[in-house]
């Protein structure tokens, strides 16, 4: 039953149309996640991996199929009662941070309590508390160019963390960090999962990085192998 799962995902397709080609690069991909589980999505260049990434965190429409959450169908939903979704229900982390540069690293954590509303007061507190969690309570006066890539990945997972997400959805989180901080960012992903139950999915090219995840689902040509 897709209502056991936190996230389902059913027959997902997408095509992109480059002029009068078609290009088919998912072909049908089932998912089914649970609460609380940390699934690694591991493939190749081209694979199809952050097109799916990008559907699963409704940034963009299938072609085909649905996406659930918690049984509901997402993509019935109006991209105003979407966009609340995304700002509640998920943190995203992507290879390149995607911090905003004319904003400090405090600010950029507090940005998606503001997004939603909350006075800059209400959420300073909590944005130092994950600004803390990350080790980084000396560095909230930082602006993105003054911050290691590292510090800056885990500014971006502070940030996505900000507003109690049920899933976490990471795309390639340590593709531009060298192997000790790629490792920094894994141990506090498995942290985050067993601490708070958090619900994680991330994607990666990397065996290595894959291998400390407790399921991994290999992805090539747009469909599971
Ligand atoms: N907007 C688009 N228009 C046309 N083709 C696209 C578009 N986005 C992605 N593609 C194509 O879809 C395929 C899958 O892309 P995707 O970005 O999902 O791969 P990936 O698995 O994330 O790869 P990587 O590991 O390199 O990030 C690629 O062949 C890409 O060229
Ligand atoms: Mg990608």
């Given at each position: 039953m897709i209502n056991d799962y936190l996230i389902s995902a059913k027959n997902i397709r997408k095509n992109f149309f480059q002029g009068s080609k078609e290009l088919e690069v998912l072909k049908g991909i089932d998912l089914?996640?649970?609460?609380?589980?940390?699934?690694?999505?591991l493939g190749g260049s081209g694979a199809g991996k952050s097109t799916l990434m990008h559907i699963l965190g409704t940034l963009d429409s299938p072609s085909g199929g649905n996406v659930y959450f918690k049984?509901?169908?997402l993509f019935a939903k109006s991209d105003e009662d979407l966009a609340k979704f995304r700002n509640k229900h998920l943190g995203f982390i992507f290879q390149f941070h995607h911090l905003l540069s004319e904003f400090n690293a405090l600010e950029n954590i507090m940005m998606p309590a503001r997004i939603s509303g909350e006075?800059?007061?209400d959420c300073k507190q909590r944005a130092l508390d994950f600004l803390g969690q990350m080790g980084l309570s000396d560095r909230a006066s930082h602006y993105p160019t003054e911050l290691s890539g590292g510090e800056k990945q885990r500014i971006a997972i502070a940030r996505a963390l900000m507003q109690s997400p049920d899933i976490i959805l990471a795309d390639e989180p340590t593709g531009n960090l060298d192997s000790a901080n790629g490792n920094v960012i894994r141990d506090l992903f498995l942290d985050l999962q067993r601490r708070l139950n958090l619900t994680i999915i991330v994607v990666t090219h990397d065996q290595k990085f894959a291998n400390s995840?407790?399921?991994?689902l290999h992805m090539k040509d747009g469909l599971w192998v």
């Open positions: 089914n996640v649970q609460q609380g589980e940390a699934l690694c999505i049984g509901d169908d006075s800059k007061q995840f407790p399921k991994t």
